[in-house]
């Protein structure tokens, strides 16, 4: 599995060899590195097992920033959680990250997005997905959460590896956050999913 993920980092990083991340938004740029970024902390029995951290036991963050108001924030979401904000909802299905000896290092999120949008004339309103795949936190420009409002990135990856138990969870880092917008990449875009009249259900330990 973590060869599998090394293969990605390294295909990720020469996908965007040469492309840059653009100019962007210096704006939200600002604010992405001014934005305060928590330390996830794994559960006791997680840190300690003496194994690489089971997918269930990893704690994402993510960085959020609503393009209205130029505010962001940070998502701490352990795998399988999500969390509403307004009409926003965003939930990780899984976290990974290279091994302290695997290069170059990479920490991704497999993550889904969903939007309310507003409803038509007599109708209630519905839940849309805007986004379901792999975010890399080195190679942003990968693949995009491409939405008017809302952006969405990822920052670290709690877990830990034979040997790292005593260490503490990796910090994410506020400088991690900024990407091309609308940048060519090789990764497919998510599939269309209909819509739905209710925000997507919470799985196991989930918080809304």
């Not at 097992?49 to 959020?64: C, F, K, Q, W, Y």
């Not at 209205?68 to 990250?97: A, F, M, P, W």
């Not at 990856?157 to 005593?166: D, H, L, Y």
Request: glycine fraction near 8%.
């Amino acid at each position: 599995m973590k060869r599998a993920f090394a293969g990605i980092a390294a295909l990720s990083l020469l996908a965007a060899c040469g492309k840059g991340d653009g100019a962007g938004n210096p704006d939200a740029d600002a604010a992405r590195k001014a934005a305060p970024s928590p330390t996830p902390t794994l559960a006791p029995a997680a840190a300690e097992s003496g194994s690489v951290t089971p997918n269930e036991d990893r704690i994402a963050t993510l960085g959020m920033l609503n393009k209205r108001n130029n505010i962001t924030r940070d998502l701490v979401l352990k795998v399988g959680e999500r969390r509403q904000i307004g009409n926003l909802v965003v939930r990780v299905q899984s976290c990974e990250r290279t091994a302290p000896w695997e290069m170059p290092e990479e920490t991704g999120a497999f993550v889904q997005v969903y939007v309310e949008e507003p409803p038509k004339p007599g109708a209630d309103k519905i839940w849309r997905k805007i986004f379901s795949g792999w975010l890399f936190k080195n190679s942003p420009a990968l693949n995009v959460v491409e939405h008017p409002v809302y952006d969405v990135w990822v920052k670290a990856c709690a877990m830990n590896f034979p040997g790292e138990e005593s260490k503490p969870a990796p910090a994410a880092s506020s400088s991690s956050a900024p990407k091309a917008s609308g940048s060519a990449r090789p990764a497919p875009a998510p599939s269309a999913s209909p819509a739905t009249a209710a925000p997507p259900a919470a799985e196991a330990g989930g918080t809304a």
